[in-house]
């Protein structure tokens, strides 16, 4: 049996994991569950899976669950289930030695602590949160051969390229003969719209993705190509690619996946219906293979595939990214935090969709930048451009901006 953690286990990558290992009892045991501070959910959680360990980073809303737990009359207050509180309890959960699979759905820098304390506790490391790779990517790489941990690729592309990588390769290392990966891209909601629509984009109408159900903040930067560009510097550190090697092609359908270009002209592909549920499981079981409750794809009734460059003057946040991708250092790290703020904000309806790329590139220009020496230094550039970014916005839009959700510090 392996033990399981999912980290995130409210969100959409969360709730997808829980699907697939309970497809599995046979296999997979719920070691440990956590998030935020969705009360309810982690509560009905809790009761439908009875996991050993369940977390709340937001300490309020642990001590809600306590009390909600306690008053339960239809079996949620599970004695076999220790509640923990605090974001230190996320780094507890992810070391836990029951736990062999350590799932990182949290989204954002604050899923950084708990990433890096399962890359260190040597586990089979699960990766979606990609946003740890982009601010500490040398970093994270190091804790994962330390700890002798197994990281694997939860974001679709990266899991696709995985695939199509020779089978032998080391994470972190580019295998030989590989000319380039091809990492694809929907386009998101906005793809086809005209850039004066764009400007008056509404939250609504940016996380309506075509083809994925996923979480608000990923899905705001699937519609400004903000998340190719996370995944552009996350291929770098998982393949240990340049960003010249790494080009990216808009695939309207999101059947294929991502591809890898060998020397001989050979480009190998990964494809399949638009389900996390794949990627994980194929995480979850790799190298061996399982179901995962998928849709089969039916290539006669996609019946086509359309492949176009991006267009990077309607969508700015994919060239400032791949710059924070050629700077390196600190600067992935700024371009990241400076973008959750600016993501918060235009859900929050303080931006418009047109003034994220402005304030990232303002936050870019005034950060100090440097290069990563430890975690400390991460730390610190994520709380100078959340800061930067907050007085980007006042000065700007007038706004205040508040410190919750995905604004919070990687600190906390
Ligand atoms: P969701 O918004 O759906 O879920 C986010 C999860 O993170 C929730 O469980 C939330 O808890 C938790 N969380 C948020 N802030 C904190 C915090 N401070 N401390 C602890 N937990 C926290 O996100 P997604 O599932 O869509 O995405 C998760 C990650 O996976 C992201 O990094 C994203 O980029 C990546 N990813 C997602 C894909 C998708 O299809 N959704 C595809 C590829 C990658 P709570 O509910 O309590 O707030």
Redesign the pocket.
Known sequence: MIGVAI??????????TLDVVARHPDRYRLVAI?????VK??AEQIARYRPAYAA???EA?AGELRQLLSHSTNGAASPHTRLLAG?EA?TEIAALSEVDAVMA????G??LR?TLAAARAGKRLLL????SLVMAGPLLMEAVRAGGATLLP???EHNAIFQCMPHNMRVGTAPPGVRRVLLTASGGPFRDWTREAIATATPEQAVAHPN????????V?SATLM?KG?ELIEACFLFGLPPTQVEIVVHPQSIVHSMVEYLDGSVLAQLGSPD?RTPIAHALAWPERISSGVDFLDLVRAGRLDFRAPDYGKFRCLGLAQAAARAGGLQPATLNAANEVAVQAFLDRQLNFIGIAAVIEAVITKSTGGKIGGLDDVLAADSEARQLAREQLRASYGTRMATS??V?DAH?
């Open positions: 980290l995130g286990s409210t969100g959409s990558i969360g709730e997808s956590g998030a935020n501070r969705n959910k982690l709340l980073a937001d809303a974001a996320l759905a949290i989204v954002g604050a899923g708990s979606a949160n990609k946003e939860i974001d679709s994925w159900v996923m979480g608000r903040k990923i899905s930067d998340n996370l996390m959700g995905v919070r906390a």
